[in-house]
């Protein structure tokens, strides 16, 4: 696949966003992935997902490490639910090959729609850090919800982020500001996942992914500092924009 040096610039520049949506509260490969297959309507597309996701890891790292400098985080947890999303992410993208992604987008649609209406009626939810030592079948809960989460993300993949912040926010009880920085942890297990298994299919543009990993990585750090000093408020209406987006999309490639 070639690529000229205005379009390598030009999906850099949708990088850069995405890894800064993507540190808020997921949602970045609205950006990356439609941009992608514009600029390169003739590439494999397991080829620009691959490429997609390789990139998007080094904005993960750069908003993990920025909220892991200031903010305590519950590593062991987020160890367990990064361990499960890895497995499932792997076993997802293994699994895309052998069925229609049609299937999942009508589920898909309706677990976004629940999560949005959801989030806009609780008003509360993710507003205060109410999480206790979790219990072992809120742990196994949690650890199975993130593996189905990791499964999608290397099955289909939009909205991964987002799912994930509202696991740690509904089922772990976090605020949005906490859940968003474990969320990226599990994020990066994910994609990881998913990447590992792309990257012996060849399925990985490098002369794309590398300047769209550096841009991503820049992204995640903006993004992250604008959390941080948004606050629950910002990033729950961030989430809820985000969402709806999200809701949206999927809802119209779906029917048209």
């Given at each position: 696949m070639?690529a000229?040096?205005?379009?390598?610039?030009f999906?850099?520049?949708?990088?850069?966003?995405?890894?800064?949506?993507n540190?808020?509260?997921?949602g970045?490969?609205?950006?990356?992935?439609?941009?992608?297959f514009?600029?390169?309507?003739?590439?494999?597309?397991?080829?620009?997902?691959?490429?997609?996701?390789?990139?998007?890891i080094?904005?993960?790292i750069?908003a993990?490490?920025?909220y892991?400098?200031r903010?305590?985080?519950?590593?062991?947890?987020?160890g367990?639910?990064?361990?499960?999303?890895?497995?499932?992410?792997?076993?997802g993208a293994?699994?895309?090959?052998?069925?229609?992604?049609?299937?999942?987008?009508p589920?898909v649609?309706?677990?976004?729609g629940?999560?949005f209406?959801?989030t806009?009626?609780?008003?509360?939810?993710?507003?205060?850090?109410?999480a206790?030592p979790?219990?072992?079948?809120?742990?196994?809960v949690?650890?199975?919800?993130?593996f189905?989460?990791?499964?999608?993300?290397?099955?289909f993949?939009?909205g991964?982020g987002s799912?994930?912040v509202?696991l740690?926010?509904?089922?772990f009880?976090?605020?949005?500001?906490?859940?968003?920085a474990?969320?990226k942890?599990?994020n990066?297990a994910?994609d990881?996942?998913?990447?590992v298994?792309?990257?012996?299919?060849?399925?990985?543009?490098?002369?794309l992914a590398?300047?769209m990993?550096?841009?991503?990585?820049?992204?995640?750090?903006?993004?992250a500092?604008?959390?941080?000093?948004g606050?629950?408020?910002w990033?729950r209406?961030?989430?809820?924009?985000?969402?709806?987006?999200?809701?949206?999309?999927?809802?119209?490639?779906?029917?048209?």
């Open positions: 070639t000229e040096i205005y379009q390598i610039a999906i850099s520049l949708l990088a850069f966003a995405s890894g800064a949506i540190a808020a509260v997921g970045g490969g609205l950006v990356t992935v439609p941009g992608l514009a600029t390169f309507p003739d590439a494999i597309p397991a080829a620009l997902l691959g490429t997609d996701k390789a990139s998007a080094f904005g993960h750069s993990m490490r920025h892991a400098l903010m305590p985080l519950p590593w062991r947890l987020i367990l639910a990064a361990a499960a999303a890895f497995i499932g992410a792997q076993l293994h699994t895309v090959y052998s069925f229609p992604r049609e299937w999942v987008r589920l649609i309706a677990l976004m629940v999560m209406v959801y806009l009626l609780r008003r509360d939810l993710g507003k205060h850090d109410d206790q979790a219990t072992r079948l809120r742990q196994a949690g650890i199975g919800i993130a189905l989460i990791g499964f999608y993300d290397g099955f993949g939009p991964t799912f994930l509202f740690f926010v509904r089922v009880r976090f605020d949005f500001l906490r859940a968003t474990c969320a942890v599990a990066l994910a990881s996942g998913a990447v298994y792309f990257l012996p299919a060849g399925a990985i543009v490098w002369k590398i300047p990993a550096a841009s991503a990585y820049l992204g995640g750090l903006v993004g500092r604008l959390v941080m000093m606050g629950n408020v990033i209406r961030v989430f809820l924009a985000l969402s709806a987006t999200l809701l949206v999309k999927l809802t119209l490639d779906y029917l048209i």
